[in-house]
């Protein structure tokens, strides 16, 4: 059983952090397009980053901020413009929106950190920025994580946000945190962005170390499309607020601490698998069997980023074989004589022999998962096992439908 429990709150839920979002005027649409979060005290910061040569100007100017000094008081997001792509223009663009959040909160400006979505190759409007940068200021409030979250969508439909209580010390820590992404989404990372708040007191470098793993186990094991974006970032604040002990090593409190972030984490990924533009349903994938860890979220994501299999899942195909060519194809050596493959609780194959099973009841299945309750009984959950091996993981996905291909067709039209 969990060691912790669901709250209200979001963003703002742990103690000494506020958020607000609004409509600067960034996004045609006249949509929310500017959001907050602000630490009332200085956080330890940590930060993950997309992985392509492409990066938005946010991007550089986050990671140089929190390799000089892994702390933080406010991260702006804007949606609309990605601001990559964009040259120097762009990372002038940055450093402006960073220097005006600081004047407006009184604070140093390099303990602003920024995040951009929207498209690529477009700079952020400078000019509604600049008169939003004030009006966002002012509509932070302890209530604002609602708002926030909805000021950074993009194609989403809808908003992402959790959190999550525990005790540490014989005191209550919270993490909570938001998250957008539907599409271009193949992490190392994707065009995701996800904040998360914390109140604990935490050294920088277990922070840090807490975060990367976190993220190798949720958000860099979703995949929508095997696309990875320029402005993939996933920020991690820690505040101390809670008055708890400092975790300076590890123990039991790091690894309850670590715990909860991961929780956080995977909530926010499923999520962002779960509206993958045109998605009907989520996909989980579990591996089991595998040589070690590592091992086991290849096969994972592999076939959970697997188009043919994606589209199998669409179409109420129960093709096995999709899931079997996509594991043979992970970079991962295994007898294919102990592949074991199991759609919900119905056995495809066994000791690498196809099984008879019944057709409709698996059909049935799939069908059931995209007429279910978003993220709780619209889940097609894919079973696999490669051997006899240690390591098991998971990663998330979503069928691939004719509308995928229409959204983004006309993504700038």
Known sequence: MADWQVISGGVTAPKGYKAAGITAGLKPSGAPDLALIYSEVEAIAAGIFTTSQVRAACVDYCRDRLQAKPSARAILVNAGQANAATGAAGVADAEECAQLLAKELDIDPGAVLLASTGVIGQRIKMEPMRSGIPQVVAALSDEGGASAEKSILTTDLVVKSIALETTIGDRPVRIGGMSKGSGMIHPNMATMLAFVTCDAAVSPHLWQEMLSRAGDRSFNQITVDGDTSTNDSLFALANGQSRTPAITQWGPEAEKLEAMLTEVCTHLAKAIARDGEGATCLIEVAVSGAPDEAAARAVAKTIAGSALTKSAIFGRDPNWGR?????????????????????????LMENGQPLAFDRMAAHNYLKSAAEGEYLKTDTVAIGVSIGDGPGSAKAWGCDLSYDYVKINAEYTT
């Open 323 to 347: 899931i079997a060519g996509a594991a043979g194809r992970a970079g991962v050596k295994f007898d294919q004589n102990n592949l074991r493959i199991q759609l919900g609780d119905i056995v």
